[in-house]
């Protein structure tokens, strides 16, 4: 037989606030467009709990965008474009499932920012040049909701209080990374006759590095 829950029932929600505005800023020669939008969904998920008893766990979720760009055109040959965007999330409650105690939960944030310029320089009818440049930035930092549990138990293969393990063979509770890279993209473009060529070289540089053990 099956019978309903006496519970409350679970919520969900979600809300997407955007704003977008942009425009001139010297006639002909600078222009600028600008946006931010705000992400917030709430997810209740009902759990029942082994040896009895039942949880609504909510689920957080909150994603952050902005971006910026600025154009400017000194002159009939000559653009250039500078661009800075933000990208940030975080989810609380991530497991949310009944195999594990609501303290010993986990949540993720991540996310970060990158920066473009591009230059783009008309020599004549048949020859442009073009750069293409930017920077990237992110981190993914992965941490149990309650900081304060860090008993690890190796030989039952799991970190006991917290939400799980780091790999098969390590045990732990928090993971972060970090990521950056920088790239370099100049190339050269030729008109001629019927055919259209171009050639360039690309450049990058990255680097990264990781975190883990028990909080």
Do not use: C
Not at 48 to 69: A, D, F, M, V, Y
Not at 109 to 137: C, E, K, M, P, W
């Amino acid at each position: 037989t099956f019978s309903n829950s006496t519970g409350p029932l679970p919520e969900t929600s979600f809300y997407s606030p955007v704003v977008n505005v942009g425009g001139p800023i010297a006639k002909d020669k600078l222009w600028f467009y600008a946006s931010a939008q705000l992400n917030q969904s709430l997810r209740e998920n009902p759990l029942s709990i082994p040896g009895g008893g039942q949880e609504i766990r909510p689920s957080h979720t909150q994603t952050r965008l902005g971006r910026l760009k600025l154009t400017w055109q000194p002159g009939e040959r000559d653009r250039l474009s500078l661009a800075f965007n933000i990208d940030r999330n975080s989810i609380g409650n991530l497991i949310n499932n009944a195999s594990v105690e609501r303290a010993a939960e986990a949540r993720i944030d991540r996310g970060g920012y990158f920066v473009i310029l591009n230059h783009d320089h008309r020599f004549s009818d048949r020859v442009a040049f073009a750069l293409q440049t930017g920077a990237t930035f992110k981190d993914v930092n992965n941490d149990p909701v309650t900081k304060a549990i860090s008993h690890t138990d190796s030989s039952s293969r799991f970190t006991r209080f917290s939400s799980s393990r780091i790999s098969n063979d390590q045990p732990g509770n928090f993971l972060h990374e970090r990521k950056s890279r920088i790239i370099l993209d100049p190339s050269v473009s030729l008109k001629a006759r019927n055919h259209d060529l171009k050639m360039g070289v690309q450049t990058s540089y990255q680097r990264s590095n990781q975190t883990a053990g028990v909080s």
